[in-house]
């Protein structure tokens, strides 16, 4: 039977119609704890432009796609075939986890404006990752996934980082001590880590919730950098209940703390209560989370901490929504 479950996830971003639309975009490979969940997945470009231009696709170092440069128009989108399993350019096994490498993720550009989605599926499960194009890049980030409750076989957390310049300095720290990262050459249990990235390189994070540290541990992790890197963050897999009932990908590119806003409305989909709950992640010491129309927040949190929020927040009859606001 199919499963499919929803949740807003309240990553760092805001003003999405703006952030979405770049002449050039990075999306830095994924890892999926289970391999076997991990399906067909393309990529769309999509334009504004009524007039024709053309997209490059290329891996970290530069080798076109096949098939490369890719001509779009407002009238006249694209969907790319990118891999089947999890060994193409966007899905890397183990092999590729906490290490640095070249020749995977993707990088597009053109000479007009232009959308990006990555788009994945398998059996029971589908996710639709949204590129911030040149707004998606800076040097400050926190990074979110599912609070999870319980160990599943395929569940993990995953972050990922693409940098967009040489000699990149990249430093991941402020997450639980006991967190546990994955890797094939054995388990990586530092307390922060480094990396120093040249244009195009990536690096993969990943811990399994196997680790009872993992299930929470890594969300509002900051990554910070000294020159522009993009990031991708949440799950492959992931669920707020037990495995039994269900889980599915979440997965985001999000944007840095200088452009994360302090006023949102969040749309309940179609999911249920366990799972269409706002997290919301502070990027600064005391500050007050309010809901609707309070004057009284409903938590203070410090820079990293998170909150989620319960769904008897949501107003309306018909389309329910909250509105979220932040005095930081």
Sequence with gaps: MLRIFFVIIFFNFTQLGFTQLSNKHWIPPLHSRDANVVNDHYIYLSTP?????????????GIPLNGSPFTISQG?????????????????PLDDVNII????????????????????????????????????????FRVGSLPQNSE??????????????????????????????????????????????????????SGYTDTPANLTGFIGANITSDKP???????????????????DFNLDQIVPVEKVGNEYVVVKGNGSDNTERPLVIATED?????????????TNL???????????FYQGTNNLNMYIKSDK
Excluded: C, W
């Design 49 to 61: 432009s009524p007039t024709p231009f053309q997209v490059t696709i290329t891996s970290g170092n």
């Design 76 to 92: 006249n989108p694209q969907q790319i075939f990118i891999g089947n399993g999890q060994n193409s350019l966007m899905f890397r």
């Design 101 to 140: 490498r070249n020749n995977f993720g993707l990088i597009l550009e053109g000479n007009k404006d232009f959308y990006v989605s990555f788009r994945v599926r398998s059996t029971n499960h589908a996710e639709m990752l949204v590129s911030k194009g040149k707004s998606g890049t800076g040097t400050n």
């Design 152 to 205: 599943g076989a395929a569940r993990n957390f995953v972050a990922s980082i693409m940098a967009t310049e040489d000699n990149t300095i990249v430093a991941v720290s402020d997450y639980d001590t006991d967190v546990v990262f994955a890797s094939s050459t054995g388990n990586i249990t530092s307390d922060t880590q480094n990396f120093v990235l040249n244009s195009g390189e990536s690096v993969i994070l």
């Design 229 to 247: 890197i993009a990031v991708n963050t949440g799950n492959a897999l992931a669920g707020m209940m037990s495995a039994f009932d269900g889980q």
């Design 286 to 298: 005391n500050t007050n989370i309010y809901i609707n129309d309070a004057t009284i927040p409903v």
């Design 302 to 312: 410090d820079a990293g901490d998170y909150y989620l929020a319960p769904t008897s």
